[in-house]
């Protein structure tokens, strides 16, 4: 099993964060600081509550001046990359969320090596007018970090962030920022901007769609960006976001022979097959995708989507052999019950079986 992402901040990583901050500061009190992160609760902890105690207790012995604080922490950034380092925007979004000028320029500081995509959105929520005019800013930067920061900060449905409300009734100032960014050289911007107008999507179908409308077309990079940022739209089966991309109402096409592993445990991998005909003409183009109706804990069905293939089709006849995990993952809980198995064509449902899920 992986190595769970929360086991990052370790003994390992704290006695070195200790050493590399009293070396800028020999006032700090490094045992001190390993006792009071790993304290009585430090177990139970998970992902974020780890980051929010170390930040809070770096704050219990970091100088009180916050100024002076964050200074030590940008002299160790330069070796300091990866996920465990958004512990340091994780600091100003605590203790410098009165200091906007300070803070604005430790969030950019600190993207270069990690991120401040979740540190940035208390900022935006308390001084909105100031920040969109910041993120503009950051999207003009020569640093592709801080250049995604500019799009990812401001996502209204940042996964695992606080939302953004307001951004979400009205996305009129992320699409100044985004547009901005459609052409951008680095795919790591490119890509955040494609899920930034995802977000939208779900709210604004409408607005995703003539943003999407507009901007195909034009060159291949912004074609990839569009096809992710409508993914959302794609899988809802929505007729003129298929059309979109060249995916016909599938009325010359049908299915058959689908069979599926009919009893399976939680762990074991379903196994299903199906095939697709044309008696007419070509298949031609097809986006092939099936649905899980999961049982959920509450004993209701919740269905989710999932992309097997698309392409141009030349032939009257494909077979399709697949299969899906249950294998148990962090982010999905399973529950026995009977589920439905679902293959869909270019947004349409065709056949359908079902099957159980045991303990």
Aim: charge should be positive; proline fraction near 4%; include cysteine.
């Amino acid at each position: 099993m992986p190595e769970l992402i929360k086991n990052c901040f370790n003994k390992k990583f704290i006695t070195s964060l200790a050493s590399e901050i009293q070396a800028y500061h020999p006032a700090f009190d490094k045992k001190s600081f390993s006792k009071a992160v790993f304290d009585k609760d430090w177990d139970k902890k998970e992902l974020k509550d780890r980051m929010r105690h170390i930040s809070l207790t770096l704050g219990d012995h970091l100088p009180e001046n916050y100024k002076k604080a964050v200074t030590i922490l940008k002299k160790i950034t330069p070796t300091s990359n990866g996920f465990e380092y958004m512990l340091f925007p994780d600091f100003i979004e605590v203790f410098g969320l009165e200091h906007y000028s300070e803070s604005i320029k430790a969030l950019e500081h600190f993207t270069k090596q990690s991120s401040s995509e979740f540190a940035v959105r208390p900022f935006i929520i308390k001084y909105k007018t100031k920040m969109m005019r910041q993120m503009a800013i950051w999207a003009s930067s020569d640093n592709h970090h801080v250049r995604r920061l500019a799009s990812e900060g401001c996502r209204p449905r940042l996964p695992w962030a606080m939302s953004l409300p307001e951004f979400k009734q009205n996305p009129k100032q992320i699409i100044k920022i985004i547009s901005k960014l459609r052409n951008d050289e680095s795919e790591y911007v490119r890509r955040s901007v494609a899920n930034n107008l995802n977000d939208i999507s779900k709210d604004h179908p409408d607005v995703t769609f003539d943003i999407a409308n507009k901007w195909i077309g034009k060159n291949a990079n912004t074609d990839r960006l569009v096809k992710h940022a409508c993914r959302t739209l794609l899988k809802k089966g929505e007729p003129h976001v298929l059309k979109l991309f060249g995916f016909a109402q599938p009325q010359h096409i049908q299915t058959d022979d689908l069979t599926c592993t009919r009893k399976l445990n939680i762990g074991d991998n379903l196994i299903f097959s199906f095939n697709i005909n044309s008696k007419k003409k070509p298949l031609g183009q097809c986006r092939v995708e099936y649905a899980i109706n999961f049982v959920r804990e509450n004993k209701k069905l919740s269905r989710k989507v999932f992309k097997i293939s698309e392409g141009k089709y030349n032939t009257k006849h494909k077979n399709i052999h697949k299969k899906h995990s249950f294998k148990l993952i962090t982010t999905r809980k399973y529950y026995p019950g009977l589920h439905k198995l679902t293959i869909i064509i270019n947004g349409v449902d065709f056949c359908h079986a079902q099957f159980e899920l045991t303990q």
